[in-house]
């Protein structure tokens, strides 16, 4: 099993990468900032780029010091496919205000 961390930016910001083949089990997202945040979140094929057609979660909204948890499904991915997530800055808003961590855990299958 694997787990990486990984605080998100305000650019597509890799949180995982697979090697071989691999389930994705869970993903926590925590919003460990006083602000809420907003983040878009890809699943992105091996030789492609994070764009419209791979987003999964679009500007989904995470209250400040709170904490989203993906696990209802498993995301099983091959060799060098990843996932990526971005913040959204409001108008207004600088990223250094916003602190998202991105926590995944995988399995090679």
């Known amino acids: ?4 961390s990984t605080v998100v930016t305000d650019t597509e910001t890799l949180i995982y990468q ?5 389930a994705v089990t ?4 925590c919003n460990a900032s006083e602000n809420d945040v ?3 979140v890809h699943v992105v094929p091996a030789g492609s780029q994070a764009n419209f057609t791979n987003l999964i979660y679009t ?5 400040c010091r ?7 499904e498993k995301i099983i991915l091959e060799n060098n496919d990843a996932i990526y997530a971005r913040v959204i800055v409001p108008t207004g ?6 602190v998202l961590i ?8």
């Open 38 to 40: 907003f983040f878009n």
């Open 102 to 109: 991105a926590t995944v855990s995988a399995i090679t299958v």
């Open 93 to 98: 808003s600088v990223i250094g205000d916003l």
């Open 18 to 22: 697979s090697r071989d083949c691999s």
């Open 59 to 63: 500007q989904l909204l995470l209250p």
């Open 66 to 72: 709170d904490t989203y948890v993906l696990d209802t």
């Open 1 to 4: 099993m694997a787990i990486k």
């Open 26 to 29: 869970t993903i926590y997202f």
